[in-house]
C-alpha cells in the first residue's frame, strides 16, 4: 500500500468475486443489542463472500449506522449490505422521516467540528471520515415511512 492510499483502495478482490453482486437486508427491532447481531452478521457476510480486507471498516460503518437508527427513533430498523462493481454499499433504514443531521464541515479538528469534545453526534462523522462516499434519502419500508441512510467502500 502506497502513502497515498486508504486502506479500502488498496484492497484487491479474489479474480471470482470481481463480476458477482448479492445484497442482504437484516430487518431489527428498536434494541440497542440490534448493533451487534448487524456487526456480527456483516462480519460474516464479508468472511463467506471473501472481503475479509473490508470487515473492520464496513463494522465501524454498520454499527455507527444501524446504531444511530436504533437511537434515535422508536420504530423498527434495517440493516442493508449490497456488493456490486467492486463497491460495498451499506446502509441503515429507519422510522424516521426526519433528516440525519450531518456533522460540521471539515476542521483543524480532524474532521469533526463542534462534535470533537461530545460524547454523542461523532457518529456520521466516523461515516463521512472512513467511507468513500455516503447520504440519506427518504424511504418507506412496509408501508412506515421513514430514511435510508448509506455509505459505499471501493475497493478499485
Known amino acids: 500500500m502506497s502513502e497515498d492510499e486508504t486502506p479500502q483502495q488498496s484492497q484487491q478482490l479474489p479474480q471470482s468475486q470481481a463480476g458477482e453482486s448479492w445484497e442482504y437486508d437484516l430487518h ?3 434494541d ?3 448493533v ?3 456487526r456480527r452478521t456483516l462480519r460474516l457476510v464479508l468472511t463467506l463472500h471473501g472481503l475479509i480486507g473490508l470487515v473492520d471498516t464496513a463494522e465501524l ?3 455507527e449506522l444501524v446504531s444511530n437508527a436504533v437511537r434515535h427513533t422508536e420504530g423498527p430498523a434495517a440493516l442493508r449490505v449490497r456488493w456490486a462493481d467492486g463497491v460495498l454499499w451499506i446502509g ?3 422510522a424516521d422521516p426526519e433528516p440525519p443531521r450531518f456533522p460540521a464541515e471539515s ?7 463542534e462534535f470533537g469534545e461530545r460524547e454523542d453526534g461523532r457518529g456520521l462523522g466516523l461515516v463521512r ?3 468513500g462516499l455516503w447520504g440519506w434519502r427518504p424511504a418507506a419500508r412496509s408501508g ?3 430514511k435510508y441512510v448509506w455509505c459505499e467502500l471501493a475497493t478499485t
Request: include cysteine; proline fraction near 7%; glycine fraction near 14%.
Open 32 to 34: 440497542p443489542r440490534a
Open 144 to 146: 412506515n415511512r421513514g
Open 61 to 63: 460503518l454498520a454499527a
Open 92 to 94: 441503515a433504514w429507519d
Open 107 to 113: 476542521d483543524e479538528s480532524g474532521g469533526f467540528g
Open 36 to 38: 451487534t447481531v448487524c
Open 28 to 30: 431489527v427491532p428498536n
Open 129 to 131: 471520515a472512513c467511507s
